[in-house]
Structure formats: structure tokens, C-alpha cells
């Protein structure tokens, strides 16, 4: 008998079975570079956030003059303090950051406004966190935002520390009040 050539169905069933497995695992570590490449982007977006904010936060804490203040309005938490240091507006300004159900806001006024914890204008959408707190020195004891701040009763005085925990990084910034404005 001579032999006729071509493959046999179990070649050709083996041949397919190994392309197969070379096409899932190519796949899969596409699917997996991207799923790093994309959680490597929110850690990176977050990261950005986070030093964005300690800096501003840092550099006005540092320039706070008078007027330093804790308060909570209904369901919203609010820092405020008098500074020097403005984004917005050169000179001295009154700084409040807002903090509601995880996002965090922004407002400032021109010093001359004169109230703290209010804002005259839109507050800016700064970002969102997991979790955040706000405790300040005063008196060689710590004030926790969220324990000893009251709607009956807010912090008002200038704290020596102030310490700001965004997820789980934190920033400790010293109060040096200056006299010159």
C-alpha cells in the first residue's frame, strides 16, 4: 500500500491545542501589563495628589499670621486659617479647606473678607481620599478634628503643630507666627 501524505486529525488536533495555549498566555500577560499599567497610573495620580497638597498645605501653614481655626457645619469639616501664603490672591489671605463625605474642597479670600469658615466664592474640587484627619498641638495637647471638634464647639487659637493624615501618609507642619503683615 502506498502511503498517502498529509496529517492525521490527531496531528492537526495536537498542532491547534499547542497555538492555543501560546495565544492565551500572550494574552494573559497583555492583560496583566495593562492591569499594572493602570493600577501603576491611579497609584501615580494619587501620589501627585497627595504631594500637591502637602506642599500647598505646608507652605500656608507656614505663613499662618492669626486666626487658625477647626469647625464642624453640618456633616462638613472645615480648617481655616489667616496666611500669608495664598494661591489664589497674592498677600494675606484667609485659607479654608473643606472636608465632606472624602472630598476634600478649597476657598480663599482676600484677608480684608475678614471671617473664618466662610467662603465668599466657589470652592475648588481638590480631590478625593479613603480616609483623612486633621490634629493640632495646642497647649502641649492634641486636638483630633473629628473627636474634639463640635458644631457647638470649634478649635479656635493658634496650635504650635499641625498634623494632616491623607490615606496613610501624613504631614506635621511647625506654626511659627509671624508678626509682619
Given at each position: 500500500?502506498?502511503?498517502?501524505?498529509?496529517?492525521?486529525?490527531?496531528?492537526?488536533?495536537?498542532?491547534?491545542?499547542?497555538?492555543?495555549?501560546?495565544?492565551?498566555?500572550?494574552?494573559?500577560?497583555?492583560?496583566?501589563?495593562?492591569?499594572?499599567?493602570?493600577?501603576?497610573?491611579?497609584?501615580?495620580?494619587?501620589l501627585s495628589f497627595k504631594l500637591e497638597l502637602f506642599y500647598r498645605l505646608k507652605h500656608q501653614l507656614e505663613g499662618v499670621?492669626?486666626?487658625?481655626?477647626?469647625?464642624?457645619?453640618?456633616?462638613?469639616?472645615?480648617?481655616?486659617?489667616?496666611?500669608?501664603?495664598?494661591?489664589?490672591?497674592?498677600?494675606?489671605?484667609?485659607?479654608?479647606?473643606?472636608?465632606?463625605?472624602?472630598?476634600?474642597?478649597?476657598?480663599?479670600?482676600?484677608?480684608?473678607?475678614?471671617?473664618?469658615?466662610?467662603?465668599?466664592?466657589?470652592?475648588?474640587?481638590?480631590?478625593?481620599?479613603?480616609?483623612?484627619?486633621?490634629?493640632?498641638?495646642?497647649?502641649?495637647?492634641?486636638?483630633?478634628?473629628?473627636?474634639?471638634?463640635?458644631?457647638?464647639?470649634?478649635?479656635?487659637?493658634?496650635?504650635?503643630?499641625?498634623?494632616?493624615?491623607?490615606?496613610?501618609?501624613?504631614?506635621?507642619a511647625t506654626i511659627r507666627v509671624s508678626t509682619k503683615y
Amino acid at each position: 500500500m502506498k502511503r498517502k501524505k498529509g496529517f492525521t486529525l490527531l496531528e492537526v488536533l495536537i498542532v491547534f491545542i499547542l497555538v492555543s495555549l501560546i495565544f492565551v498566555v500572550i494574552y494573559e500577560s497583555f492583560k496583566i501589563t495593562g492591569e499594572g499599567g493602570f493600577l501603576f497610573s491611579k497609584k501615580g495620580d494619587e501620589l501627585s495628589f497627595k504631594l500637591e497638597l502637602f506642599y500647598r498645605l505646608k507652605h500656608q501653614l507656614e505663613g499662618v499670621l492669626k486666626n487658625f481655626g477647626m469647625k464642624k457645619e453640618n456633616s462638613t469639616y472645615i480648617l481655616s486659617f489667616v496666611t500669608s501664603q495664598g494661591e489664589i490672591y497674592r498677600g494675606v489671605v484667609s485659607a479654608n479647606y473643606f472636608f465632606k463625605d472624602n472630598k476634600i474642597f478649597y476657598c480663599e479670600n482676600p484677608y480684608y473678607s475678614g471671617e473664618l469658615f466662610k467662603c465668599k466664592k466657589e470652592k475648588s474640587f481638590l480631590g478625593r481620599v479613603q480616609n483623612w484627619d486633621i490634629k493640632v498641638l495646642y497647649n502641649g495637647r492634641w486636638f483630633d478634628i473629628k473627636e474634639d471638634v463640635r458644631e457647638e464647639r470649634p478649635f479656635i487659637g493658634i496650635p504650635e503643630k499641625v498634623k494632616v493624615s491623607l490615606n496613610d501618609t501624613k504631614l506635621v507642619a511647625t506654626i511659627r507666627v509671624s508678626t509682619k503683615y
